[in-house]
């Protein structure tokens, strides 16, 4: 084909769309303003989970977040302050929280999930990827009754739609977490996830990428748009400009800024997530570990665990805040003892984009035509990483998609 495609955003979305354009044969510019996997594709959990194919808009979430929301400690927050556009997300969030909705995305969210599980799989046997990429499964744990009644309620809707799991009690539980506390009352086993090492699995495709003549481009700023009609045919950055058949915007938290520079208006909101990493010890995981009431998960990456949590809603401030730091790490250790007295490695924190429905954003708008929107996809960019690059691929080449994008068009917030 020849023709030319640009990327902009260099996370785990922006990078597998630009591999697998190039597979399909476009020349391809990745443009990022700072490096490669510097954001949330960096510090995050890891997991590849189907089993999350509940939408984050779902029935009771949004009572259970008026509860949390003046608790700076709880899992979720929203940072006191006036802003019309986190006030249009929080309406059209309740609204999203409806078992309807629920209904409509679970499906989607799951058929994307093993579309993309499917893909890593076939990433990892052709590409050969170092990236410590297992087919593990995951473990849901619960400290109380009600979480676990909770839990068993969810695991038998998943199994409805086709997402296998098992219930385990505490010694079963411990056969794959050997240290987890005996406060834990039992577990729920996904097969079907899997996990790696996220910036490993980022940067080793983006190099895979750049065999395949795709110039990335780091510490690129864009600066601006030039378009005519519905059609944009110039990309101003702060190192020249560049043209472009198409254009894909995969910026992460920063999408609705620069949708703007396009007259585009994108409801996602940035959500604050934290990571702490330390050096694994005896009787770690093997598995991931999801602590249900806590909202967290322990993740086993070689030779160190990363506990990651917490969605807070503050806008871009890319501030630590230790006192939700420290309340993951007393959080995760009311579930797996000796967690505390590891040593420290990394603490992070990183912002998700979040749509107000739990859906990702995968499409072109109706006013421009050669531009594909690939954002929004919250605490799943890993997850969905590999399915999004081959749908947008598919969308640039004028194929007919691997799976329907209906429910994931930006049409949907206008």
């Known amino acids: 084909m020849g023709q030319r495609a640009v990327v902009v955003g260099a996370g785990v979305i922006g990078v597998c769309a630009a591999y697998y354009l190039a597979e399909a044969g476009w020349q ?114 619960y400290r109380t009754p009600r979480g676990f009644a909770a839990g068993l309620d969810e695991a038998a809707r998943l199994r409805v739609a086709g997402i296998p799991s098992q219930t385990l009690d505490l010694s079963e539980a411990r056969g794959l977490a050997p240290a987890l506390s005996p406060s834990v009352l039992g577990a729920i086993f ?56 198409d254009v894909v915007l995969a910026t992460r938290a920063w999408s609705p800024l620069l949708a703007q520079m396009l007259g585009l208006r994108l409801p996602i909101q940035p959500a604050k997530g934290y990571s702490v990493t330390y050096l694994q010890g005896s009787g770690g995981p093997r598995v991931p570990v999801i602590l249900a009431e806590a909202k967290a998960g322990i993740t086993p990456m070689s030779d160190w665990l990363r506990v990651a949590g917490t969605l807070e809603l503050s806008g871009f401030d890319l501030s630590i805040n230790r006192r939700r730091v420290d309340a993951i790490i007393r959080s995760a250790a009311q579930y797996v003892d000796g967690l505390e007295s590891l040593p420290l490695r990394e603490i992070w924190r990183g912002l998700r984009p979040c749509t107000p429905d739990g859906l990702p954003i995968i499409g072109r708008p109706s006013s421009l035509d050669n531009l ?34 209906h429910a994931l068009r930006p049409q949907r917030f206008e």
Not at 378 to 393: F, Q, R
Not at 396 to 401: L, Q, V
Request: hydrophobic share 40%; glycine share 10%; net charge neutral.
């Open 372 to 405: 594909i929107l690939a954002t929004g996809h919250a605490m799943l960019g890993v997850t969905l990483g590999p399915i999004t690059g081959l749908l947008v691929s598919q969308l640039a080449s004028g194929e007919k998609p691997k799976l329907s994008l």
């Open 190 to 245: 996904f097969p079907d996830d899997a996990h790696l090492v996220p910036d490993a699995f980022v940067r080793a495709l983006a190099r895979r990428a750049e065999d395949r003549g795709v110039d990335i481009r780091t510490e690129t700023e864009v600066l601006g748009f030039r378009t005519n009609g519905r059609r944009i045919f110039g990309i101003e950055t702060t190192r020249g400009d560049l043209q472009a058949d």
């Open 28 to 141: 391809v510019t990745i443009l990022e303003q700072g490096r490669v996997c510097a954001g949330c594709s960096y510090g995050n959990g890891g997991a590849i989970v189907p089993s999350h194919s509940v939408p984050l808009a779902a029935p009771g979430v949004w009572q259970q977040a008026l509860r949390w929301l003046f608790n700076s400690k709880s899992p979720f927050r929203i940072s006191p302050r006036f802003d019309p556009s986190l006030l249009a997300w929080l309406w059209r969030f309740r609204q999203a929280c409806t078992e309807q909705h629920a209904g409509r995305a679970l499906p989607v969210l799951r058929d994307l999930s093993y579309g993309s599980r499917a893909l890593f799989h076939e990433l990892m046997k052709n590409e050969e990827l170092d990236c410590r990429y297992q087919e593990t499964g995951a473990m849901m744990v």
